[in-house]
């Protein structure tokens, strides 16, 4: 939501002091490295300690997560997180990492008609109609926010 090169106005935000605030707001939203690392070793194992950590992990910090990482690197956190899926006694814990990383990947493909392609790959299926009303709720909330901080 605070990520400005998602907003088809962009060109018109100039004001420093809005741009500032929102690159300020998304920066809050760096998830802890540690669970990027956490999650990145998944591909090879995990203890319970690791299970915990990450199982209490916001659905916030997932999305960060998924948005800052890229290529092989993001392939294999996700596919770290989804794989609790397959195991048929997975814990509580186990299940509230998959629960939250498709949360995250839901968010990720309602930004726009290409992320829900891309998250289709994790079956994570998005409907075209909440596409666009998403995208017409953010330019909604978008321009109330200018509104208030220049006027």
């Not at 409907?127 to 901080?149: A, N, P």
Request: with cysteine; hydrophobic share 40%; aromatic share 8%.
């Amino acid at each position: 939501m605070f990520d400005l090169e998602n907003y088809p106005l962009i060109e018109r935000i100039s004001d420093p002091d809005i741009i500032k605030a929102f690159e300020d707001k998304l920066a809050s939203f760096k998830p802890d490295l540690n669970a990027k690392a956490i999650l990145l070793s998944f591909a090879h194992g995990w203890n319970e300690e690791d299970i915990q950590k990450v199982s209490t992990l916001p659905v916030d910090e997932y999305y960060a997560l998924f948005k800052m990482s890229e290529s092989d690197e993001l392939r294999k956190i996700i596919n770290g997180c989804l794989q609790f899926d397959r195991i048929s006694n997975a814990t509580e814990p186990m299940k509230r990492i998959s629960a939250r990383a498709k949360e995250a990947l839901r968010r990720i493909g309602l930004e726009s008609p290409i992320n829900a392609r891309r998250v289709m790959r994790y079956g994570i299926n998005i409907d075209d109609g909440l596409i666009q009303q998403r995208r017409s709720l953010q330019i909604q909330i978008l321009k109330r926010l200018v509104r208030k901080v220049c006027f």
